[in-house]
């Protein structure tokens, strides 16, 4: 006799077609796999057997969820394929009942509405503990986008599993434990009831099942001494997979442990605090990534995207080789995971914020001054190089502007107000990137080309792609919100207190260094290749000019001050990022942070001194018409921008 459970133990393939309401069950003697083809109406279900009796469902290719009760085949030897009668058959929208001998079988597609009311229903209507935290664990186990995908779902499922095995805990039991083993999940529940012998403040407890990574336990006794004696029950989970826990590519470096205490009591503010040891999985840690003792938030907002699910909150993290102890102040899931070394303390934090804040404030005033100064002498100044200074402090007015806004726009909780803010910095950012980018191949036209240089409306197309590159980039990314949100508010948390502070980026780890990293690393090789052909030609011309001529300190000292302030207008400074890449490197942060931030502020200063050239050159040439015909003009003087050089 074979005692099929359809739903737990059965082993190959379930099929149904539309001819025949009937179900066949074949025994593969190689493999020992029993295969059932089901026909039934016009549907087509398909089970298949995965590992650790994980079993997978397909109603017309999409993932369902399958329920029977137990049925017995009876054969002395099933070599031969043995036919069932199907009988009593219901279908509608997202379920399907029918009878196959005397069990009945009910298929569901893994839909939010059809999964979430099977969840309550076991919730709200409790039958038997064990076989209701199996139901929910096979829903899991079948459904794994509909949880892998939906965020809520998956906190549903952790919220119905934790309830389910506060009912297990309930079952009378004699001894001292008792333990119950699922696919997924072991779990023992102690009775202590006897701590009054106990001469420590702690009392230790076993994990579930026997291996060597099992994760050591002591709990305190002074949490427990109010719980009356008959309900002093202490469950501890241990978790064969930390998926259901995994929402932001999370890195576990142990098996996951949840404790929990009868009745739904929280043992939370522990003055002793309990007690856990942990054995890594893989001992390797990675360079600039360290252990972190952490909790899973079970009652956080998953509303937001910036909920964090991990938290360390009351919890000090202790290593000792492939041992890592944590000992926290609450009971809640636990795991020690992998984090990497990018968190700031909240002190440099906070001067690094009013360093930003202060330069951002300064270079917005005087791009916008810049923007005004163009505006107003529009009509009397047509210089393009002139007309692309003040396209970049266009872009960097929007920047630093945007940025000013970001924490605010964070704080207010409006998931609209911070995807706007956070599109806005990275299109603000993508245009400087861009308008850096035109300046080196203007330069590059003017120093280097020289003849041959005119173009068609040439302001015009290097609007379009200053302009227009970074809006098609960002308009796109805007499009797919509904598929993959990129924008939203992101932590940052202080490497010495765990605080967070929320912010305005953008939310995707790759879509980040797709279009950030990626983008300015093409930049920035451009931008450099020129800036070098120019110190090039510079040290060229100072070596030709200043022969036996008088004054060649005061001109290298200017030629210093214009190689410089190419640096600023090309963006070389924004490269300093790739200095502290992978790790926190504060003086390279202060830096970046000083340079970048006043940037608009120091192209302000450029265009200033570029339109006091200008005047001076004016002036000389109205008062000594006659000396410039007879005197020889200074090849470096006319060409450089710290002698009139990229006017």
């Known amino acids: 006799m074979f005692l099929l459970h359809l739903l737990l133990l059965i082993s190959g393939t379930l099929a149904v077609n539309c001819s025949n309401a009937d179900a066949t069950f074949c025994l593969n003697t190689t493999t020992g796999e029993i295969s059932t083809t089901i026909k039934i109406l016009q549907e087509t279900i398909t089970i298949k057997d995965k590992a650790n009796d994980n079993l997978k469902c397909y109603w017309a290719s999409s993932e369902s969820y399958v329920e029977c009760t137990s049925m ?134 076993k994990a579930p099942e026997n291996k060597p990574y099992i994760p050591e336990i002591w709990i305190p006794i002074d949490a427990l001494q109010n719980i009356p004696e008959e309900e002093r029950k202490v469950g501890v989970v241990t978790y064969k997979s930390p998926n259901q826990f995994l929402f932001k590519e999370e890195l576990m470096r142990t098996m996951v442990m949840r404790i929990e205490v009868e009745g739904d009591r929280r043992l939370e503010n522990l003055i002793t605090p309990l007690k856990m040891k942990f054995k890594l999985l893989d001992p390797k840690i990675p360079v600039n990534y360290s252990l972190s003792c952490k909790y899973f938030n079970e009652y956080g907002n998953i509303g937001l995207p910036d909920t964090v699910f991990w938290k360390t909150d009351g919890c000090v993290t202790k290593i000792n080789n492939s041992v890592v102890e944590c000992i926290c102040n609450h009971a809640t899931p636990f795991a020690v995971l992998l984090v990497a070394d990018l968190s700031i303390d909240s002190v440099h934090w906070q001067v690094l914020s009013y360093i930003s804040y202060i330069g951002c404030g300064l270079s917005a005033f005087f791009t916008a001054i810049s923007l005004l100064t163009y505006v107003i002498t529009a009509k009397s100044r047509v210089d393009k190089a002139n007309s692309i200074h003040v396209s970049l402090s266009g872009a960097l007015f929007l920047l630093n502007t945007s940025f000013l806004l970001n924490e605010w726009g964070a704080s207010l909780g409006i998931g609209g107000v911070c995807i706007f803010i956070a599109a806005a910095i990275h299109y603000s950012l993508l245009s400087c990137f861009t308008w850096m980018a035109i300046e080196a191949v203007h330069l590059y036209l003017l120093l280097v080309k020289v003849f041959n240089t005119y173009y068609r409306h040439y302001m015009a197309k290097l609007s379009v792609i200053g302009w227009g590159v970074p809006g098609i980039i960002v308009g796109v990314s805007l499009a797919v919100k509904d598929i993959t949100p990129l924008y939203g508010p992101t932590k940052m948390t202080m490497a010495d207190t765990n605080q967070t502070n929320s912010i305005c980026w953008i939310m995707d780890i790759p879509f980040f260094y797709t279009m950030n990293l990626a983008y300015f690393i093409l930049i920035f090789v451009l931008n450099s290749g020129i800036l070098l052909t120019v110190t090039s030609r510079i040290c060229q011309l100072q070596c030709y000019g200043s022969k036996g001529k008088p004054g060649k300190a005061s001109l290298a000292w200017k030629d210093i001050c214009t190689v410089l302030g190419l640096t600023c207008l090309l963006g070389i400074t924004w490269g300093l990022a790739f200095l502290s890449y992978g790790y926190i490197n504060l003086p390279i942060l202060y830096l970046f942070s000083i340079f970048n931030s006043l940037q608009g502020f120091f192209i302000f200063l450029w265009i200033c001194g570029t339109a006091r050239k200008d005047r001076e050159r004016a002036a000389n040439t109205k008062s000594t018409s006659a000396a410039l015909n007879t005197s020889t003009a200074k090849p470096k003087e006319e060409m450089f921008p710290g002698n009139n050089l990229y006017q």
């Open 72 to 205: 017995n085949v009876t054969s002395s030897n099933l070599t031969e394929c043995q036919t069932v009668q199907i009988t009593e058959v219901k279908n509608s929208t997202n379920k399907l009942i029918f009878k196959i001998s005397s069990s009945t079988c009910e298929v569901t597609n893994c839909t939010v509405e059809a999964i979430t009311a099977l969840m309550r229903g076991i919730q709200d209507h409790p039958n038997e503990g064990l076989k209701d935290l199996r139901s929910v664990l096979n829903m899991r186990n079948m459904c794994t986008y509909l949880f892998k995908d939906n965020p809520t779902m998956a906190m549903m499922f952790i919220s119905a599993e934790r309830g389910l095995i506060h009912n297990i805990m309930n079952i009378s039991f004699t001894g001292n434990d008792v333990s119950y083993n699922f696919s997924d999940l072991a779990l023992t529940v102690f009775n202590l009831t006897n701590l009054t012998s106990a001469n420590d403040k702690m009392v230790q407890i």
